[in-house]
């Protein structure tokens, strides 16, 4: 018995499909069919019903696959221990970022990183926020940033920076005053990004406080969500980094912070409590927070009066 054989095993639970489960193994469907068989002869038990669609697992099949998982998550807590491994801040960090936030974060990070931990090398995943707590739950990640509030048990979040929302309009309206209120909304045609995103849903809320309804147009990225309120099509909200160079200056929008208590979202670092690397991750989160602290300037403090959201 070997790894591999057990991860396609659990693959094929997933997908429950021999052809989907050995393309996200990376494998032929008849390598996968014939590593399934030969776990099965060296089990001497069937761990699959064949010939049902969708595909089925044994009663005794299902117990192993349940088995099969833990063990490759400690295979997962093994390659960990080893790349902690003399000094902290070295070896492969995998780290997951949504995309509303990542492009726009990273580049500000990356210099300190490399003056702080050159010995560390970063893998960066952008994947949306259930993605990245499914990855950092069964090990494919180590570290993830996020929009808070996030509570899934085995996870430690660490609070890192708030960051305020603006709103966006074409420039080819009359200037708005400066700051705008939140009534600045009111009768606007706000298009928003499509579900899933975390960021629909922290701008949704915005709306509902404001009292104004969503358009029909919904996005699919930050970046068309700013080109479609650049063309005349509507208004929106964007996070300040997503308008803080080095992103360059869109002549045809024109955005506006908000006065008073301005919306804003809090993100988090989140790690594995049981991670090999748990002692390090704290000054991580600092680098983070400082970077933050110098590119927002205070209002990256989390404890900053605001509405959070």
């Known amino acids: 018995m070997n790894l591999n054989n057990l991860q396609y095993l659990v ?6 499909h021999f052809g989907k489960a050995a393309a996200a ?10 590593q399934i068989r030969k776990l099965e002869a060296e089990l001497q038990v069937e761990v699959v019903e064949r010939g049902t669609r969708p595909l089925l697992l044994t009663a005794v099949g299902e117990r192993i696959v349940g088995r099969a998982r833990t063990i490759l998550r400690e295979a997962v807590d093994i390659g960990e221990i080893a790349r902690a491994s003399g000094e902290n801040g070295q070896g492969t960090l995998r780290l997951g970022v949504f995309p509303t936030l990542g492009p726009y974060l990273i580049p500000h990070v990356m ?6 931990f050159p010995k ?3 893998q960066l995943v952008e994947a949306k926020t259930s993605q990245i707590l499914a990855d950092l739950t069964a090990g ?16 430690r979040v660490e609070r890192l920076f708030a960051e305020e929302f603006l709103l966006a309009v074409p420039a080819t309206r009359p200037p708005l005053p400066s700051p705008v209120d939140m009534s600045a909304l009111a009768g606007e045609h706000m298009m928003l990004l499509e579900e899933g995103h975390c960021l629909r849903e922290q701008a949704l809320a915005v709306c509902q406080i404001a009292g104004v309804a969503e358009g029909e147009f919904r996005a ?3 970046e068309m969500l700013r080109q479609m309120v650049a063309a005349g099509s509507g208004a ?8 803080t160079p080095p992103v360059p200056a869109n002549p045809d929008l024109r955005t506006y912070p908000f006065a008073g208590i301005a919306p804003r979202r809090e993100i988090g670092m989140l790690w594995r409590q049981s991670h ?3 002692r390090f991750f704290p000054q991580l989160a600092d680098v983070f927070r400082t970077v933050a602290d110098e590119v927002l300037g205070q209002d990256a403090d989390p404890t900053h009066a605001g509405a959070t959201l």
């Open 140 to 155: 494919d990640l180590d570290v993830g940033i996020l929009a808070l509030p996030v509570s899934v048990p085995g996870l």
């Open 111 to 116: 210099p300190q990183m490399r003056t702080r």
């Open 220 to 222: 699919t990225s930050l």
């Open 11 to 16: 693959a094929l639970a997933d997908q429950r």
């Open 276 to 278: 090999a690397q748990r």
């Open 236 to 243: 929106t909200l964007l996070p300040r980094l997503a308008v």
């Open 25 to 34: 193994c990376g494998v032929s469907q008849p390598t996968l069919s014939a």
């Open 120 to 122: 560390l090398e970063m």
